[in-house]
């Protein structure tokens, strides 16, 4: 089956601006987190929905936001770009709840600079 | 709080030679433990895991066992290809939980050359 896609996959936009990213998990999962990679900071959990309510918030100021739809998919959204957001986003899906057969896949990640 | 320490990179090895890459947790409570790796230029693979104290999670020749009373998830591979280089990032997570959530370490890059 199909694995996690994300889109786009390569983007520059300029300080100020926002930007939106997509996120399709694999087909029946319905929890979709998303992950933000830098070099500085590694990689840090921005937040998780499942159902389209958000269950989980990582420690990101309030620029940073998302939302799930009713078939699954997320976007998550950054406004006002500083240089500092110019990072790998990384989107994970996994299926029903938390149990210890679940398993979390990631997509290929959308590459943001912020010029 | 919970957090993934792992021991600093750059690991470089010659081919067919033996593989630790050390790895302990800091956590309330019993979590999960993970290995994902993350080849050039793409997202994370899961490359095995365990979800409780002396499980030995194994792919691909890699293993690595949950040690509750070290708090360790040590990878290991008894003899390293080229094709294994890749950045390799231990973590954890709490099964059972409201939450998928993974606490990832800083990552540690594996180059092996021929």
């Known amino acids: 089956k199909a694995g996690v896609t994300q889109t786009p996959r390569y983007l520059i936009k300029t300080r100020g601006q926002q930007v939106t990213l997509s996120c399709s998990p694999i087909s029946g999962h319905r929890s979709v987190s998303w992950y933000q990679q830098t070099p500085g900071q590694g990689l840090q959990f921005l937040f998780e929905y499942f159902s389209e309510t958000q269950r989980n918030k990582g420690n990101f100021p309030g620029r940073f936001s998302g939302r799930q739809f009713s078939n699954s998919r997320s976007e998550m959204n950054v406004s006002t770009l500083e240089l500092g957001d110019s990072a790998l986003y990384l989107c994970?899906?996994?299926?029903?709840?938390?149990?210890?057969?679940?398993?979390?896949?990631f997509g290929e990640g959308s590459w943001l600079t912020v010029v | 709080g919970n957090s993934v320490t792992q021991m600093e990179g750059p690991v470089t090895l010659s081919e067919e030679a033996f593989l630790t890459i050390n790895c302990t947790y800091t956590?309330?409570?019993?979590?999960?433990l993970f290995w994902y790796v993350q080849y050039p230029g793409e997202g994370l693979q899961l490359l095995l895991k365990a979800t409780k104290a002396d499980d030995k999670g194994s792919n691909k020749g890699f293993e690595a066992t949950y040690r509750k009373e070290t708090t360790s998830f040590h990878l290991e591979k008894g003899s390293v290809q080229v094709s294994d280089s890749a950045v390799y990032f231990c973590?954890?997570?709490?099964?059972?939980?409201?939450?998928?959530?993974?606490?990832f370490g800083t990552g540690t890059l594996l180059a092996v050359q021929p």
């Open positions: 973590a954890l997570s709490f099964y059972g939980g409201a939450t998928n959530k993974l606490i």
């Open positions: 994970a899906s996994s299926s029903d709840g938390t149990h210890s057969g679940n398993t979390i896949y």
């Open positions: 956590a309330t409570g019993y979590p999960s």
